[in-house]
């Protein structure tokens, strides 16, 4: 693709310098990630690292927010749903200054700022998450809540496929349909795998597109690793603003960056070991 | 007797009526219900204010986890429900989405214990006071009558964080004389009655029953004293430990395994008090289909039912 070039009409230009700008960072948080949960001994390399670029397109490029004053009236919020992913979330929000750098390396560890699971006390995070669908209701209540006081904010949410499995995720997909919540973005990481296996084989998803817009969702369908695609969806998602919310179905590679890592279920839940994470971070590197 | 029972009047009518009055004074107040409007009184507050209403169609578990993002945004939630369906389908996003983050979210169920009636056991919802009173956070109140019940949402809606409250189907007598009269304190028992003999402590519609077999047990020679407990959690542990008579008796339309009586036997036990308790509740059984005044009977839960239960031990004693 020659520079400027735009994926979608009215799109704002992408320079190509800030897609490899992008693409450093998010080596560096991949590096974090697998550093921290190696240090941690436990935690969920595979669906952090897939679901990494979203976040660091999100808040590198997209959001409009403030690490100085994480609770600024008017702010993008980002809700993690699939909150098991949080090593993604807390190595960007610490590499943008929200907390210490330190506290990384303190992940999951009695007395740590830096929980299993994402909580409220943690500065940057907005949502208490990780207990499957329920980011996502919380996400439409915030957009609902910011219609409310007349914002002009946008609110994104992050699913993983195998969370849309959950009953509350339709729920919560209905109501957000239901009350034209044109100011939410969500995000599938569509790895197709969940702990169990492959998603088609444990409980079939597909097709993820089809029944989003059955809610009354505009759905689109990226490469979640491709900066390009994310950041010029994410734009005509929010130049859309005709009462419906918006859907990206984002496919991506569990374990994106570790080739060891990649598209193994194995990493779906466990840390890598002393070998395996000297391994890593040399690719990371 | 200090208290005289009034006429039957509706707690759900008096949250309906709070909740529109409040809305006028509070323009961050905004109400979520689950299908139910009509018989939680919320459509009050619907019709009153529609735009800061919101029906979220029979989904309870998504309607408290959107309860929680609306309150991150700032507004004071009121999510309205059947007692079954708020404490026990939605259960978890309560604890993790509520209280956990501690937003300020007011869980007001309607249609709690067996006098929910012909409905059946299904409806009937007799264990919501033992699962809530579990999560850190949560604070549960069971409001006393009418008047109290406007005074009980007028605190929630002006303190932060997330409560739960509980009322019946049925309307029941007036305890209090007005809403200055049954001005709630919070984590505070209230005597409504002294007696030597004998310590009543009831909470919620079971109140006006228990003045009932208190009257009965007065015709015997029996004095009771007698304290409504509208906040089960914080459990009002100062009275507690006060009590001056060694038979206590509680009274609540929720299992006795968990409720008003676990708490209270938790405190008698914390403090190695040398007391007697007698748990009068729903003896761990589901319930059964029939008109309220009948169940209450059947279950030993009307006056003359914790009448007899009482002097029944009294004879053991």
């Given at each position: 693709m020659s520079k400027g070039e735009n994926l979608m009409s009215g799109t704002p230009y992408i320079k190509n310098t800030d897609l490899e700008e992008l693409k450093t960072i998010a080596k560096k948080i991949r590096y974090n990630v697998v550093k921290m949960i190696g240090l941690a001994k436990s935690g969920h390399p595979g669906g952090s690292l897939s679901a990494t670029d979203i976040i660091v397109a999100l808040y590198y490029k997209i959001m409009n927010h403030d690490p100085k004053n994480?609770?600024?009236?008017?702010r993008d919020i980002f809700v993690l749903?699939?909150?098991?992913?949080?090593p993604a979330l807390y190595a960007v929000l610490a590499e943008l200054g929200y907390f210490d750098k330190e506290e990384l390396w303190k992940l999951r560890k009695v007395g740590a700022l830096l929980q299993g699971h994402p909580s409220i006390s943690i500065p940057g995070v907005e949502a208490s998450t990780g207990s499957l669908g329920q980011g996502f209701s919380v996400a439409v209540g915030i957009a609902l809540g910011c219609k409310l006081d007349g914002l002009n904010n946008t609110v994104y949410v992050l699913l993983g496929d195998g969370e849309c499995q959950e009953g509350q995720v339709w729920e919560a997909a209905m109501a957000a349909s239901h009350y034209k919540l044109d100011n939410l973005i969500g995000f599938v990481d569509r790895n197709r795998l969940q702990i169990d296996g492959c998603t088609e084989d444990v409980m079939r998803l597909d097709d993820l597109k089809e029944k989003f817009k059955a809610f009354g969702w505009d759905v689109f369908e990226i490469d979640g690793h491709n900066f390009k695609e994310i950041i010029n969806t994410v734009n005509t998602a929010k130049s859309l603003k005709n009462g419906r919310p918006k859907m990206i179905i984002a496919n991506t590679i569990k374990g994106k960056g570790v080739s060891f890592m990649e598209?193994?279920?194995?990493?779906?839940g466990k840390a890598p070991n002393e070998e395996q994470l000297e391994k890593a971070l040399k690719e990371l590197s | 007797m200090k208290y005289k029972l009034g006429e039957k009047k509706g707690m759900r009518t008096a949250y309906g009526e709070t909740l529109v009055k409040l809305g006028k004074e509070l323009p961050n107040l905004v109400v979520l219900d689950a299908d139910l409007s009509g018989s939680t009184k919320t459509a009050m507050f619907a019709k009153a204010f529609p735009d800061r209403f919101f029906n979220v169609g029979i989904a309870e578990q998504n309607m408290m986890s959107m309860a929680a993002g609306l309150a991150k945004t700032g507004k004071i939630v009121f999510a309205s429900t059947f007692a079954m369906f708020a404490t026990g389908r939605a259960w978890e996003q309560i604890r993790n989405s509520i209280a956990y983050p501690n937003l300020n979210v007011k869980i007001v169920a309607t249609h709690s214990g067996i006098t929910v009636g012909e409905d059946g056991a299904t409806h009937q919802m007799t264990e919501d006071i033992a699962i809530m009173r579990c999560i850190p956070n949560m604070r549960v109140i069971s409001p006393t009558d009418y008047y109290e019940t406007k005074s009980v949402i007028e605190w929630c809606a002006r303190n932060e964080g997330p409560v739960y409250v509980r009322m019946p189907r049925r309307d029941t007598e007036t305890v209090f004389s007005s809403e200055e009269d049954a001005k709630f304190q919070f984590g505070k028992g209230r005597i409504l009655e002294e007696g030597s003999d004998l310590t009543i402590v009831a909470t919620g519609e079971m109140v006006p029953e228990a003045i009932k077999a208190l009257e009965l047990l007065k015709e015997d020679e029996i004095e009771g004293q007698l304290i409504s407990m509208a906040t089960i959690k914080p459990i009002d542990e100062e009275m507690i430990v006060n009590f001056t008579n060694d038979f206590i008796i509680s009274i609540e339309d929720h299992n006795i395994i968990g409720g008003l009586g676990s708490a209270i036997a938790e405190v008698i036990a914390d403090h190695g008090l040398n007391k007697r308790l007698l748990r009068i509740g729903i003896r761990d059984v589901f319930g059964i289909s029939g008109s309220a005044t009948d169940l209450l009977k059947y279950y030993g839960l009307d006056g003359e039912g914790i009448y007899r239960r009482i002097k029944e031990e009294l004879e053991k004693q």
């Open positions: 994480p609770e600024k009236k008017g749903s699939k909150g098991h992913a949080c598209d193994n279920i194995g990493f779906h | -």
